[in-house]
């Protein structure tokens, strides 16, 4: 069992950043690939990024790519979001997710999840 907890969410204008951190309540971190998924209202839960157990190699799609970086601290047992020229569409809960395997954009493939963090961007 894994417990995840996000924080850092809140209110930015446009154009501003934001941190996003998730720390986790297991020994053994280092052997989950972690994701980054957001929902926004009335839509369905969408891959933001993702990576390795190792924190060696990323992922992201198209819309986050270049503006999000994700991290992870091993030894602190937590995963990092960083988000940088926010846009109003970035407006989701944010949610923290791990799996045994390998990474993954797919959601139904992570084992266990945080209870999000909300994140605005006003325009």
């Known amino acids: 069992q894994v417990q995840l907890a996000e924080s850092g969410g809140g209110l930015v204008q446009a154009g501003g950043s934001?941190?996003?951190?998730?720390?986790?309540?297991?020994?053994?971190?280092?052997?989950?690939?972690?994701?980054?998924?957001?929902?926004?209202?009335?839509?369905?839960?969408?891959?933001v990024a993702?990576?390795?157990?190792?924190?060696a190699s990323a992922a992201y799609p198209d819309s986050v790519k270049g503006r999000f970086t994700i991290s992870r601290d091993n030894a602190k047992n937590t995963v990092y979001l960083q988000m940088n020229a926010l846009k109003p569409e970035d407006t989701a809960v944010y949610y923290c997710a791990s799996r045994s395997y390998g990474t993954?954009?797919?959601?139904s493939l992570y084992d266990y999840w945080g209870q999000g963090t909300q994140v605005t961007v006003s325009s």
């Open 18 to 47: 934001l941190r996003l951190s998730c720390a986790a309540s297991t020994r053994t971190f280092s052997n989950y690939a972690m994701g980054w998924f957001r929902q926004a209202p009335g839509k369905a839960r969408e891959f």
């Open 50 to 55: 993702t990576i390795t157990k190792d924190g």
């Open 104 to 107: 993954s954009s797919v959601a």
